[in-house]
């Protein structure tokens, strides 16, 4: 990116604010992972690495002590791993 690209994405980011920036940069993310994980020449280790990641997550006490945090981080994960 060039430095004007830089200011027209900053300008655009004060326009949106700042959960629509984060939801904008999180989709994007999600994007990469989810190519990554689709191009990966093993993509079954891949998901058993990742499911036991996940299993840790939920249940760490961040997410045990609340129940929708769980829920939007498995739609998440199910989002991740879905052909689209």
Request: aromatic share 4%.
């Amino acid at each position: 990116m060039t430095h004007e690209d830089h200011l027209l994405a900053a300008e655009a980011a004060g326009r949106l604010g700042d959960i629509d920036v984060l939801g904008t940069q999180i989709s994007g993310i999600c994007s990469m992972l989810h190519a990554l994980y689709m191009a990966h020449p093993a993509p079954d280790q891949v998901r058993r690495q990742f499911d036991r990641l996940l299993k840790n997550l939920l249940d760490s006490a961040y997410v045990m002590d609340e129940p929708d945090r769980a829920i939007v981080l498995q739609a998440t994960a199910s989002a991740l791993l879905t052909n689209r």
